[in-house]
């Protein structure tokens, strides 16, 4: 190699000092041990990040209707859990018994039975067979055939002591209501008066079934505590 002013010969061939420097601009800078200078961290991985971030796009953009569809589900699934509940809850022997529920209807067949016990458990010397036709009036099927074989009795001791009944219902509770029948729990005060002698007071406790017929309660069972 020789050098002369302004030029540099290599292997037999003229380069200027312009296009030597041009040269070496073009190529890339080396490491002391020959190789290229490695390329800064995360300049061959551009790529793989945007690739990560276009997918986290993607998943957030998604994640709203996945949960709106899991919420929707829940729902469903919710509704008809407590539609069963409900179901069940209204079909138990409790809400079927009107006396918890039905206020008006527990209210009408109290007064009827009542009424209708005062009527049959009263009665004075001349006035039994007032008695016994009311008693036809609100008593049908057992109860009728039960109080009819009584109250001969009571007719007779009523003429021979001069025996006068006053009955009063003082407290009455239904204690099973459904459509068209009734159970009772019934407590009378019962004043017995016989001719010359004080009055004697009494209680008594009954049992009532009463059906809905025509409109109107019947009683067809009595029964004593």
């Given at each position: 190699m020789?050098?002369?002013?302004?030029?540099?010969?290599?292997?037999?061939g003229?380069?200027?000092?312009?296009?030597?420097?041009?040269?070496?601009?073009r190529?890339?800078?080396?490491?002391?041990?020959?190789?290229?200078?490695?390329?800064?961290?995360?300049?061959?991985?551009?790529?793989?990040?945007?690739?990560?971030?276009?997918?986290?796009?993607?998943?957030?953009?998604?994640?709203?209707?996945?949960?709106?569809?899991?919420?929707?589900?829940?729902?469903?699934?919710?509704?008809?859990?407590?539609?069963?509940?409900?179901?069940?809850?209204?079909?138990?022997?409790?809400?079927?018994?009107?006396?918890?529920t039905?206020?008006?209807?527990?209210?009408?067949?109290?007064?009827?039975?009542?009424?209708?016990?005062?009527?049959?458990?009263?009665?004075?010397?001349?006035?039994?067979?007032?008695?016994?036709?009311a008693?036809?009036?609100?008593?049908?099927?057992?109860?009728?055939?039960?109080?009819?074989?009584?109250?001969?009795?009571?007719?007779?001791?009523?003429?021979?002591?001069?025996l006068?009944?006053?009955?009063?219902?003082?407290?009455?509770?239904?204690?099973?209501l459904?459509?068209d029948?009734?159970?009772?729990?019934?407590?009378?005060?019962?004043?017995?008066?016989r001719?010359?002698?004080a009055?004697?007071?009494?209680?008594?406790?009954?049992?009532?079934?009463?059906?809905?017929?025509?409109?109107?309660?019947?009683?067809?069972?009595i029964?004593?505590?």
């Amino acid at each position: 190699m020789r050098e002369h002013a302004g030029t540099t010969t290599v292997d037999g061939g003229a380069e200027t000092d312009a296009e030597a420097r041009e040269t070496a601009a073009r190529e890339p800078e080396r490491e002391p041990d020959g190789r290229a200078e490695a390329e800064p961290d995360g300049a061959g991985g551009g790529r793989g990040d945007e690739g990560a971030d276009g997918a986290a796009d993607v998943a957030r953009r998604r994640w709203p209707r996945v949960l709106g569809a899991l919420l929707a589900v829940a729902l469903i699934v919710g509704g008809g859990v407590l539609y069963a509940q409900g179901r069940q809850l209204r079909d138990t022997p409790a809400t079927a018994n009107l006396a918890l529920t039905d206020a008006a209807a527990t209210t009408r067949v109290t007064g009827d039975v009542s009424n209708a016990l005062t009527k049959v458990f009263s009665y004075a010397p001349g006035s039994t067979a007032a008695t016994r036709a009311a008693a036809k009036q609100v008593l049908t099927g057992k109860a009728l055939q039960q109080y009819a074989a009584l109250f001969g009795q009571v007719e007779r001791q009523s003429a021979d002591q001069k025996l006068t009944l006053t009955s009063e219902v003082v407290r009455a509770g239904v204690t099973r209501l459904t459509g068209d029948s009734a159970h009772l729990l019934v407590f009378l005060d019962q004043v017995y008066e016989r001719q010359g002698r004080a009055p004697t007071t009494a209680a008594a406790q009954l049992t009532v079934t009463a059906e809905l017929r025509d409109g109107r309660w019947w009683i067809v069972e009595i029964g004593s505590i």
